[in-house]
């Protein structure tokens, strides 16, 4: 049987200054283990300046495709990011993608500005994810693997299984992650075996923490979460999202989930040991 281990990442470091404060606290004082750095984001500079007093925290890029500002550009972009701005999610990136509206060659030029700009700012990238998990889309995946092997990134999040089941959007999703995670692993890069917490994406509090906790699977398991501090400041700048950035930082903070987490037997590692 495989040994129980559980890496803990926060999404959407350097979108905001509160996300920012969140997840360092959350490392610092909590069970953060790795975070994914939003180098689109308006406070990508906060999030580099503060990840100099955290050299124990494993962070990738969060590759970004969806209604944010690109790094390159707008001129070269002029099918991805028509008026300087990145599609919505179904009906932009998703229906134009299907109808092949978009060029192949923009997509791999904007992500690769954006690990570059994170290898500039002196990160070492652990690994690539993506806003609202694109990359796992079978047109997207391979331009996301290419842009891995340029920078030498070791690991995508591509899980074999995403639990629970249930609904379109998930269903689809848990499909994709389990291609994914074939392709991934076959050219040598590296992935958890489960990915945890995006039904409750948004909404991690310390009960369905305690929860998962008592529930982790064999194998390696990737929770994903959202820290963030003033969280009523974050949700001005993000209002339609109805995320509880506080309660979040609560509980991967709380005593009680460190306690039952060092009680459980589950190795804690970052995406630098997967």
């Not at 129980?4 to 953060?32: F, K, M, Q, W, Y």
């Not at 975070?35 to 990508?44: D, E, H, I, K, R």
């Not at 500002?69 to 099918?79: E, K, Q």
């Not at 392709?183 to 489960?194: F, S």
Request: hydrophobic fraction near 45%; aromatic fraction near 4%.
């Amino acid at each position: 049987m495989k040994p129980r281990r559980l890496i803990v990442n926060a999404d959407d470091l350097g979108l905001d200054p509160g996300i920012n404060a969140g997840v360092l606290r959350s490392h610092a004082e909590g069970i953060v283990t790795s975070a994914s750095l939003s180098v689109v984001g308006a406070a990508f500079d906060d999030a580099v300046a503060r990840l100099a007093d955290a050299p124990r925290l494993s962070v990738g890029v969060h590759l970004t495709l969806v209604a944010e500002t690109p790094v390159s550009p707008p001129h070269t972009l002029p099918t991805l990011a028509p008026g300087g701005r990145l599609p919505g999610y179904f009906t932009g990136l998703f229906r134009r993608l299907w109808m092949r509206r978009i060029r192949e060659e923009e997509i791999e030029r904007e992500l690769a500005a954006q690990v570059a700009r994170a290898v500039d700012a002196g990160v070492r990238v652990s690994h690539l994810d993506s806003h609202q998990h694109v990359h796992l889309h079978p047109s997207l995946l391979p331009i996301v693997l290419r842009v891995a092997r340029r920078f030498d990134v070791p690991a995508v999040r591509a899980a074999r299984r995403v639990r629970p089941l249930g609904g379109v959007r998930p269903t689809l999703l848990a499909g994709f992650s389990r291609l994914a995670a074939r392709q991934v692993r076959r050219i040598g890069l590296r992935t958890a075996d489960v990915c945890l917490g995006i039904e409750h994406t948004g909404r991690m509090d310390e009960e369905r923490l305690l929860r998962v906790i008592a529930d982790l699977p064999q194998g390696t398991a990737e929770l994903v979460c959202h820290p963030g501090e003033s969280g009523e400041a974050i949700a001005r700048r993000y209002p339609d999202w109805g995320f509880h950035w506080d309660a979040e930082t609560a509980a991967l903070t709380s005593p009680r989930v460190r306690d039952a987490l060092d009680g459980s037997g589950v190795e804690v590692i970052s995406y630098r040991e997967l």
